[in-house]
């Protein structure tokens, strides 16, 4: 059975469709309202964005949102988790500096803002979820603790899951340090010894001290390794992904979608705004130019439908030509493979489906 997914587009003539006015009304259109309950403490779960990135949802409509969930009588807070590598989201402290950098505060959003998995990334609860990849996943507390949860997406680009979506958002921003980690872990670098000289550059390059220097040289310690690619400095280019690896990443990262919904059916509300569609996930410290003309706003209770209606709306636009975008400019043509193309991000979809987290079958409907 198909999934109802809300979509409304960017043009406006009068103060009724300002952005504001029309995230609100796609929250009552898409049935939001009804899905949260007096006292519900609502996790509004967004990314902040990293220094230096300015494609992050704008708090103006992070605000919409809030003002939304508390017309309901539910209690919400704005909530992310730390990051796996060193940039400045690893530790909470850092993370709140950060959002309040970007305009993420109480006076702009009305609500609190929580770091989900705490201080340093470790306040976690372990949510089974008894799949391929996965018997367990490694929730952040403070989210699973949430009796109801608000997914607000910047959908675009990632350079190991070739867009990030609604899937994407759950998995990475719903886990704990460790989970990360485990998401990742499939998806390490590997030295080429045939090119490596022994030089030490990506000794150097690493922040945890993962890699060590052997007779053959440079050797990568998997079980630290944090998969930030710092290492991918060499200047022989012996450091590499295998891309062969990424379907099981992309496995990973979607049971993890699934263990940080798991135990709240019914009570959770995703909205994804298709616009300043980047190459790479909002954890760059950039924003490189868009690939696509914005789209619009899209709301729904599936986040496969809404991970699919996303992905068919970008192929179907014209891509720019003064992008990365290097092929497939074309209506009709896979973006994020003309971004990406050694990554297939349709695989989110398909193996979403495939464990219960929704339907890739939609029905959009346009307010």
Request: net charge negative; aromatic share 10%.
């Amino acid at each position: 059975m198909a999934s109802n997914v809300y979509f409304t587009n960017f043009r406006a003539r009068r103060t009724s469709d300002s952005k504001v006015c029309k995230i609100k009304r796609l929250f009552k259109a898409a049935g939001f309202s009804d899905m949260l309950s007096k006292g519900d403490l609502t996790a509004v779960k967004l990314h902040f964005g990293e220094r230096g990135n300015d494609g992050y949802i704008n708090p103006v409509f992070v605000r919409a949102v809030t003002d939304c969930v508390k017309e309901t009588g539910a209690s919400p807070f704005v909530t992310d988790t730390n990051t796996l590598y060193f940039g400045y989201r690893r530790n909470a402290v850092d993370h709140i500096e950060t959002a309040l950098l970007h305009g993420f505060n109480y006076a702009a959003l009305g609500v609190p803002v929580v770091i989900a998995d705490g201080l340093k990334g470790t306040n976690e609860i372990s949510v089974p979820v008894n799949l391929k990849e996965f018997k367990e996943v490694k929730i952040a507390a403070d989210i699973y603790n949430a009796d109801a949860m608000v997914v607000l997406t910047h959908f675009k680009g990632h350079v190991m899951s070739g867009f990030g979506g609604a899937v994407k958002n759950l998995a990475m921003g719903c886990a704990s340090i460790r989970g990360k980690w485990e998401q990742h872990e499939a998806a390490q670098p590997e030295v080429d010894q045939q090119k490596c000289t022994s030089c030490g550059e990506c000794i150097s390059a690493c922040p945890i001290n993962s890699i060590e220097m052997t007779d053959a040289g440079a050797h990568i310690i998997g079980a630290t390794c944090l998969s930030c690619g710092d290492c991918m400095i060499c200047p022989e280019h012996a450091i590499f992904h295998d891309w062969g690896r990424v379907p099981a990443f992309i496995d990973r990262m979607t049971e993890y979608a699934y263990g940080a919904v798991k135990d709240k059916p019914g009570k959770v509300c995703y909205m994804t705004f298709v616009m300043n569609v980047t190459p790479d996930c909002d954890c760059a410290s950039w924003s490189d130019a868009p690939i696509v003309p914005d789209i619009g706003i899209l709301a729904s209770d599936d986040p496969i439908a809404l991970d699919q209606a996303c992905y068919d709306l970008v192929n179907k636009s014209c891509g720019f030509e003064n992008s990365k975008l290097r092929s497939n400019h074309n209506p009709g043509e896979d973006k994020f493979k003309g971004v990406w193309r050694n990554v297939d991000g349709w695989r989110q979809i398909e193996y979403g489906e495939e464990i219960g987290l929704g339907t890739c079958e939609y029905e959009l409907i346009e307010i």
